[in-house]
Structure formats: structure tokens, C-alpha cells
């Protein structure tokens, strides 16, 4: 599966995950959040840049508890929950944010 | 990703059959694995395009497992569609299609049984239900046989006690022999083939989570609880569903875990190369999958020194330990070959080799070495799912039923408040979550919504009549699923959660020991 964005075409697996994953940019950000329905605000932004840090140290998406704390910490700990990253992304911040910042999905028993 | 258009099923008075609508799930297919998932596990990468090539495969293999596995031959001619098992799927319950009838998912595999097999299936097939393989069939198989969590609770009431996940592992089993995998599964087992754990998460993600837990365990308690991850000459490794260490509420089992070690003063080791307890070659019942995966415990059991082996909280992977581990990779008693010899040297032979978590905290609090403030759990009015691979497919404790008793003894010692759901619906009656065997996949929500049904009707009761809001659980898949399902049906996704988180918020973690 493919999608087509300023001239370019990128290529996705069949949930929409982005297959090649240095194809990821803002504006590609931009249109797979488009995709899911979600409105990218600072606030969303905050977490995919620290997904995509995390990431490249780690080569994993972070767990849910660590993206959390980091949230907390920089945006202050009412938002330092899982109710919050909800919010912002209703699929699951796991699965859905992690799409948005071009990672690819997290598997197993989660 | 917008979720599916479809009715969720509405709560009966009484548990009546539904009404049949043939056909209603026909649409519900998993993603196929792609080649590379495919060839990682040494299968064929995809179906041939010549379509007498992939029958001919299919039928090889049914024929070599049919002489490998006496059970599955038995299972294939015994059954005398009773219809015992009819209404005892919870797919099935939540579905309405009369293929989610275990006999009829079941007659998918047995009609072509009977037209390769039998002599009289290959001399009348017309009269003896008998059917060619054909390629709109083996669709069939894909979709069916992936509505199917291999939970066994329709085995509980076949007469004959045909094994029903056995007859769905060898369907799937021959699937992905002639190339036409699930993408879910398969690929999961190719990243613990490669990184050790289904997640996919290295060593030194493991580590950063780890010290992460130690500090807010800290924070929480004042008290230096340790995570240690390959820590040589400890007495016991933990393995445990990688989800443990990713997501919620998994994780707050494992921070439960960490501080039983602590209280009882044992030292502990997780490993970064067995990161994994579940096993997902039991899927599709490939032996040569399963022992792969389960090797790696073995190696790090050894690396590592350790004398003890405990399993976290995971269904699957407790049936694989519990069932299959002597053989797989030689943990556990009485063997007598140098495979076997070789690991009972090392390991402690005054505790059950491998333990569950349950039975190791259980063991624990009989001997007075846990101490608990069970009034911490008093906000939680707390109910019980056993899940369907602890239930049916093991034992705790030594003895029958230890599985279902040991878990709810745990609760009851860490919290006041404890019911009971429904008794048709608990122990080895068990329904499902409806996520379990590799249905645990986005794609077939809608086969995971309807099969939670049954479940959720019993816990819809709990509910009103006594105020439940904790639905503990000692299965990763289980607690997955329910929190993504649980919304359906009007609950708060936190309602569910585990047993030792439940240990976590009563433990004290002073000096009793």
C-alpha cells in the first residue's frame, strides 16, 4: 500500500504504518494524523518528538509508563498519565502516536 | 484508524443461542504475512500461483500430521456432531455465525479429512460430507480457524474430548506451510527469533525501563526496590510477557513482582536474551517454532547460573512451561537423558521446576514471609477471569484445580473485597477474553469485540449487583484485550488489571522477612 504526498509517493503496510521509516517528515506527520482524525496541536507534537528521540536511541518506541513520566515532566504532571495521551491520541498513545511519528507499530501482547 | 462499523451484541435476560445468520463473519480475515515474516520461520514465503501446487502441499502436510500427531487422526474421526460444543464458543455467542459452532470450524478441516483419508470419503464423497480442497475453502480455513482462540472450552463438554485448539493448530499449521501465514503471529515469533521478545525491544530498552521502575518505586515507597536484568548468580530468572515491561497495565504486575523478591529477600534476575515468556509458536503448533522459542530460556538459565525458574503472568506461555517445557528445552523433573540431566543438576529440585509467579508469592505468604496491608486494596471491589490456557491447560500447586484456587488465595490475602463472577462463566468453564491464540490483532476487532461478549455479560452482573471495579487476571492477552474492549461495552478501560498489582499496592516492603 502506498500514499501520495507532494509528488512523492510513500509506501505503507496495510495498517498505514510507514514501511520506510527515514521517509518520515512533518508534513507526512501531518497527513497520517489526517488519516486517524487527529488534529496535530503542540501538545502532539511533544510526544511524537519524544517518540522519534526515543527511538533513535533505543529502536523501540519507549513504554507507555516512560512516555508518560516524560510528559510529565516536561508539560507538568497533570499530564504525566496515560489518561492524557488518550486524549490526544484515542487509539491508544502506543499504536496511534507511534503511526503518526512514522515508527513502526509495537507488537505482541499489547 | 477508524474503528470497524459493526453492532455490538446486547446482554441477554438468560443465556439463550442466538439466533443463526449464516455467513456473518465471513468477511473477518487477518493480515497475510509477507514473504520475509514467512521465510524468517523457514515457511513458505506465499500461496503458489498454480493453485494444484499449494493442494498438493496442503494435503502432504495434513497426511504428515495426521501420522505425526495420533491425537489429531483421533480427533478427525471421532466426533459424531452431538453439537455439545454448539453454544459453548464464545465466538460463536457473539457472533451468531453457525461456522463459529466449534463442529462446524471443526468440519472446515474434517470434510477434507474425510475426502484424502478415508476410503469412503475418496470413493463417495457426496455421501460422507466430503470435500475437495479447493482454493475457496482454504479461504474459509484462513478466516475460520483465525476465529478461533484455541481456548478449549468447547473440549470441556465434547464427550469425546476432542481437543479442539489442536484441530485449529494443525489447520494453521498447514496454512503456513503452503504460504499463507498470519501476519500477527508470524511476525512476532521472527522478532523473538531475532531480539528475544515479541515487542521487539532490545537490551538496552529493557535496561532504561528497568532503572525507570526502580526510581519510581522509589518514589512511590522510599524503599531501593531493584529490577535486575542479567544479573549472573542470581537464584531465580523471571521470564515474562514482554508486554510487561511496555504496557498498562502489564507493567504495574511486573513493579508487583520486583517487590515480592524484595520483601522475601531473594535475589532475582530478568534476561535481555529470554526476554520472553510467551510462546506463539503454540499458534500454530509448530514443534520446531515452539522449541526455538523456548530454547532461549534454557540458554540463559544456564548462562546465568540461576537455580530456579518462575514464570510471569502469561497464559500461553504458562501452557507451553507447564505442558511442554520437559521437552522443549529440559526444564523441569524426571528425565533421565543428558538434554534434561544437564539442567536439573543446576536447578533447586525443592521447588516445582518451572514455577508460576502465583504459586512463587503463594508459597511465600503460607510461610509467613509476605506481610500485606490488605485495607491499601480497599477502594477495589475486586473479580477474578481465569485465563482459558492456566484454566484448562495446567495446574498450580501440585494438585487439580491449584490453578484456580492459588490466584484467588493470592487476592483474598492482599485485599477484602473479592467476588465471584458467574460460576458457568469461571475455572475450567472459563470464557475467553476474546483476544487469545493470535486473534490479538487490530484487524479482527470486530471478532475480539463479539468474542468478549460472554465475559462481559458476566461481568456486567458483578458490576451492578456488587459494585466490581477491578478485574484482575494473570494473562498479558488478556489484559490487552479487555483494555481495548472494555470501552465497547461502556467500562473504563482501567478496570482491568493483575494480580500481582494487586500484590504491589498491599506489599509492605520493610524488614518482616
Redesign the interface.
Known amino acids: 500500500m502506498a500514499f501520495e504526498l507532494n509528488g512523492k509517493t510513500y509506501e505503507t503496510d ?3 504504518y510507514l514501511v520506510n521509516l527515514s521517509d518520515w517528515n512533518e508534513d507526512v506527520a501531518k497527513y497520517l494524523a489526517q488519516q ?2 487527529v488534529n496535530l496541536t503542540d501538545a502532539h507534537w511533544e510526544v511524537i518528538n519524544f517518540l522519534r528521540d526515543y527511538y533513535n ?4 518506541a ?5 512516555l508518560t ?1 516524560a510528559i510529565g515532566k516536561k508539560l507538568g504532571p497533570e499530564k504525566g498519565n ?1 489518561q492524557y495521551l488518550y486524549e490526544l491520541f484515542p ?2 498513545p ?3 502516536a507511534c503511526k503518526i511519528a512514522g515508527l513502526p507499530k ?5 | ?2 474503528d470497524l462499523e459493526f453492532q455490538i451484541p446486547k446482554y441477554r435476560e438468560y443465556p439463550e443461542v442466538p439466533a443463526l445468520q449464516p455467513g456473518a463473519m465471513a468477511h473477518s480475515r487477518p ?1 497475510v504475512a509477507s514473504e520475509k515474516i514467512q521465510e524468517a520461520l523457514g515457511f513458505q514465503g506465499k500461496l503458489d500461483d498454480d493453485w494444484q501446487a499449494t493442494h498438493d502441499k496442503a494435503i502432504a502436510k495434513f497426511g504428515e500430521l495426521l501420522g505425526k500427531y495420533r491425537s489429531l487422526k483421533v480427533f478427525m474421526d471421532a466426533c459424531v456432531h452431538c453439537g455439545s460444543c454448539t453454544d459453548k464458543c464464545h465466538y460463536f455467542i457473539g457472533t451468531s455465525d453457525p461456522k463459529n459452532m466449534p463442529v462446524a470450524r471443526q468440519e472446515l478441516m474434517r470434510s477434507v479429512y474425510r475426502r484424502y483419508f478415508t476410503l469412503a470419503g475418496k470413493l463417495f464423497p457426496g455421501l460422507v460430507g466430503a470435500k475437495d480442497l479447493t482454493r475457496e475453502l482454504l479461504d474459509e480455513w484462513y478466516s475460520y480457524f483465525w476465529q478461533c482462540s484455541e481456548c478449549r472450552r468447547c473440549s470441556v463438554f465434547c464427550p469425546y474430548g476432542i481437543d479442539t485448539a489442536e484441530v485449529t493448530m494443525a489447520a494453521r499449521h498447514i496454512l503456513d506451510t503452503v504460504g499463507y501465514g498470519q ?2 503471529s508470524n ?2 515469533i521472527g ?1 523473538v527469533f531475532k531480539i528475544g ?6 537490551g ?2 529493557l535496561e ?2 528497568l532503572q ?2 526502580e526510581e ?1 518505586v522509589k518514589e512511590d515507597t522510599g524503599v531501593d526496590v531493584k529490577y535486575p536484568l542479567d544479573a549472573q548468580g542470581a537464584e531465580v530468572l523471571l521470564v515474562t ?3 510487561d ?4 497495565p ?2 504495574e504486575s511486573l513493579i508487583g513482582y520486583g517487590k515480592v523478591f524484595h520483601a522475601a529477600g531473594i535475589s532475582w534476575t530478568f534476561s535481555s536474551y529470554a526476554s520472553e515468556a ?1 510462546n506463539f509458536g503454540l499458534f500454530d503448533g509448530s514443534y520446531e517454532t515452539m522449541r526455538k522459542v523456548a530454547l532461549r530460556i534454557r540458554q540463559a538459565a544456564l548462562e546465568l547460573g540461576v537455580k530456579r525458574i518462575v514464570v510471569g503472568e ?1 497464559g500461553h506461555a504458562w501452557r507451553v512451561a507447564y505442558a511442554f517445557w520437559n521437552t522443549l528445552n529440559g526444564i523441569g523433573a524426571g528425565a533421565n537423558d543428558p538434554f534434561a540431566i544437564e539442567l536439573q543438576k543446576q536447578l533447586d529440585p525443592r521447588y516445582p521446576q518451572p514455577s508460576h509467579i502465583c504459586e512463587f508469592t503463594w508459597d511465600l505468604i503460607q510461610q509467613g514471609r509476605l506481610k500485606f496491608d490488605k485495607e491499601a486494596n480497599d477502594h477495589r471491589v475486586i473479580t477474578f477471569h481465569d485465563s482459558c490456557n492456566v484454566a484448562r491447560a495446567s495446574r498450580m500447586g501440585g494438585y487439580p484445580g491449584g490453578q484456580f484456587d492459588i490466584p484467588r488465595n493470592i487476592i483474598k490475602a492482599v485485599a477484602n473485597n473479592f467476588v465471584e463472577m458467574a460460576p458457568e462463566t469461571i475455572r475450567e468453564v472459563t470464557f475467553c477474553c476474546g483476544g487469545g491464540g493470535g486473534i ?1 490483532t ?2 479482527l476487532i470486530e471478532a475480539r469485540v463479539k468474542g468478549a461478549f460472554p465475559r462481559m455479560e458476566a461481568l456486567q452482573q458483578v458490576v451492578e449487583k456488587h459494585g466490581v471495579n477491578f478485574m484482575a487476571t494473570i494473562c ?2 488478556c ?2 484485550q479487555f483494555t ?1 474492549v472494555l470501552p465497547y461495552y461502556g467500562f473504563n478501560m482501567r478496570l482491568v488489571g493483575g494480580v500481582h498489582q494487586l500484590v504491589s499496592t498491599a506489599i509492605r516492603l520493610g524488614n518482616e522477612h
Open positions: 496495510e495498517e498505514g486517524e482524525g536511541e533505543f529502536q523501540i519507549p513504554a507507555v509508563r516512560v513520566k496515560s487509539y491508544g502506543a499504536k496511534q509495537p507488537t505482541g501482547c499489547v | 484508524m477508524a493480515h501476519k500477527y511476525e512476532i522478532k521478545n515479541n515487542l521487539g525491544l532490545p538496552p530498552a532504561d525501563t525507570g521502575l519510581d510477557p514482554s508486554a515491561f511496555f504496557a498498562e502489564h507493567i510467551g502469561c490479538l487490530d484487524e498479558a492477552i489484559k490487552a481495548k
